[in-house]
């Protein structure tokens, strides 16, 4: 069993209106210091099977639903967990 | 004309669509399920506006994995009209029908108001019924309407003549202020303004007959140019 977790950002190249009321937000009270916001979106999915397969599929997953791939790109992690912390 | 306006759950101008295409344009319309699988029999897909699935993810995200969208896709690769209006041309470009992606309003603010438009290119399918050049307002309601494709595909989009409507007033940061575009074989287009919302005088507007009138001109086999631009 794997833990995937799943990081989905917008590309650098798109402007991102949330960040920037954040980043604004933050300069008007004193946080002038913030270089830059990056919002995005995160996973957490169980997944079973060998690892090769898992990290295929994940990107299957990403490509087709969890990122728009128009605007968006993702990066995962993959960690070993055993059943019985999952039945926990 | 024969039209089926497709319903997802959260869809919300589906009646209205379908009271736009029936009632006042007389044609026959039905109303489909997108939990169904097939489309035989119409000539014409509506996808219309609303919150299919709540917006969860994005904006069609979901939507586009619905159990009617294979039969949608199969329906425009073989040429049947196909438009989607507001949530719909978020449905169409999530599904990859229509290039680019809706993205949230530079202002993020929901905007809901009559908007006045001009028409970009008046050989489509969908737009045959207006004058190149010609403004008309149509009502816009949405968060996500910011337009949005890479410089290659814009350039692609203005070279083939795609872009149909454009917003004489930019209201959420569209680049190149696309408020509605066609894919290159013209048979689909994906608008944000609503012309389902502008086919009466009482709703404060006809301009939205329009694309309805074009439409039905389009099934009619209508003018030469039309039909060439249109299945090239």
């Given amino acids: ?88 | 004309m024969k039209a089926a306006v497709l319903s997802f759950p959260g869809s919300n101008c589906d009646a209205d669509m379908t009271w736009a295409i029936g009632d006042v344009a007389g044609q026959a319309v039905k109303l489909v399920s997108a939990q169904a699988t097939s489309l035989a029999g119409f000539d014409c897909v509506v996808v219309p506006g609303g919150f299919s699935y709540g917006d969860y993810l994005r904006s069609g995200a979901i939507a586009k994995f619905a159990p009617i969208m294979p039969a949608l896709k199969d329906f425009a690769a073989a040429g049947g009209y196909v438009l989607g209006v507001c949530n719909g041309f978020q449905i169409l470009t999530e599904a990859g029908l229509l290039p680019g992606t809706l993205q949230w309003n530079t202002s993020l603010q929901f905007i809901c108001q009559p908007t006045p438009l001009i028409v970009a290119n008046a050989r489509t399918a969908f737009s045959s019924a207006y004058s190149e050049g010609q403004q008309i307002t149509l009502p816009i309601a949405h968060g996500e309407g910011n337009y949005y494709a890479d410089d290659a595909t814009l350039a692609q989009l203005e070279e083939k003549g795609q872009v149909v409507f454009r917003y004489a007033e930019n209201p959420n940061g569209s680049r190149n202020d696309i408020a509605g575009l066609t894919n290159a074989r013209g048979n689909v287009l994906g608008m944000m303004p609503h012309p389902e919302r502008a086919v009466e005088t009482l709703l404060g507007g006809t301009d939205g007959l329009g694309v309805f009138e074009s439409l039905i001109n389009a099934m009619k086999g209508a003018p030469a140019d039309v039909a060439t631009r249109t299945f090239a």
């Fill in chain 1, 1 to 88: 069993m794997f833990k995937a977790k799943i990081f989905v950002n917008y590309k650098p190249s798109v402007l991102d209106p949330k960040a920037e009321v954040i980043q604004n937000t933050l300069a008007r009270l004193g946080d002038d210091n913030v270089q830059h916001v990056l919002v995005g979106k995160y996973f957490e999915l169980l997944l079973s099977g060998d690892e090769a397969a898992v990290r295929a599929q994940i990107d299957r997953i990403c490509d087709t639903m969890l990122a728009n791939i128009n605007t968006e790109s993702y990066r995962f992690t993959l960690e070993p967990v055993s059943d019985a912390a999952v039945a926990e």
